[in-house]
């Protein structure tokens, strides 16, 4: 059987490979490890390896593997890459280090708002709708620099770039292309004035063309902890 060891080293590889073949610092795209529906003693095993991101979909099961992994708090960085209701704005903005997924102005300016003193600002990125009518979660291209400017405004918040999940497709020209509109979004905003690092994209099958166009953290699951089960909903 092969070991989440293993499949970490293997990623960190193609990850190398990618940044060398895109003319890229090896050291210039962080490695967020996606460890939804895993269990936390999964998470324990990948952090046993030196990996200490790591990203959550749903935030009931994130807090779950929070608690039982207070042991390595210090050393673990949470990352919160699902859709935030504002009813879980509070739990968020005191458990979690970053939201990559936020789209709407009242949600930020929850988390702004209720991020405790005692922590630094909360790491966020907007999430941008780049597929078109594909996704329904992400702002548009069009409403994104009046978000970025408001958000960037608040005082509890930093705000460090953007993130999109693109369509899957096959082929490293037609993977690129979505990847590409978010690094000219990203640009855009960054000319604007705006203090962006944070270029998050690529996930599993995609990580290559995104770090071609600029990804500077990958969202990577499967290729980490193996095939996700089917949700049941
Ligand atoms: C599940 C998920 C990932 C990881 O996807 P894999 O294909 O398993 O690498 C990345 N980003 C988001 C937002 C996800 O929901």
């Keep these: 059987m ?5 499949n970490l080293q293997q990623v960190r590889r193609r990850l190398a490979d990618a940044c060398a073949a895109a003319h890229r610092p090896a050291d210039s795209v962080m490695l967020l490890a996606v460890s939804k529906t895993c269990p936390a003693e999964a998470v324990r095993e990948a952090h046993a390896t030196g990996q200490a991101a790591f990203g959550e979909n749903y935030v009931q099961e994130a807090l779950a593997k929070i608690e039982a ?20 704005t509070r739990v968020v903005a005191e458990q979690f280090d970053w939201v990559h997924s936020v789209d709407r102005l009242k949600i930020a300016e929850r988390l702004s708002e209720q991020r ?4 630094p ?9 780049i597929s078109g009518e594909a996704s329904k979660s992400g702002v548009t291209l069009d409403e994104l620099p009046a978000l970025a400017r408001a958000v960037a405004a608040l005082p509890r918040l930093a705000l460090r770039g953007l993130m999109a999940i693109p369509e899957p497709v096959d082929g490293l020209a037609a993977q690129r292309a979505p990847h590409r509109r978010l690094r000219e979004a990203f640009e855009a905003l960054r000319a604007e004035g705006l203090a962006l690092d944070t270029l998050s994209m690529g996930m599993s099958a995609d990580l290559e063309a995104a770090v071609l166009e600029g990804a500077t953290l990958v969202r990577i699951g499967t290729a980490i902890f193996g095939a996700r089960p089917r949700p049941a909903a």
């Design 2 to 6: 092969v070991s989440i060891a293993q």
């Design 69 to 88: 992994l207070i042991d390595l708090r210090p050393q673990l960085q949470w990352h919160l890459i699902g859709p935030l209701q504002s009813n879980k």
């Design 116 to 119: 405790p003193a005692g922590l």
């Design 121 to 129: 600002p909360l790491q966020v990125c907007l999430q941008v709708n």
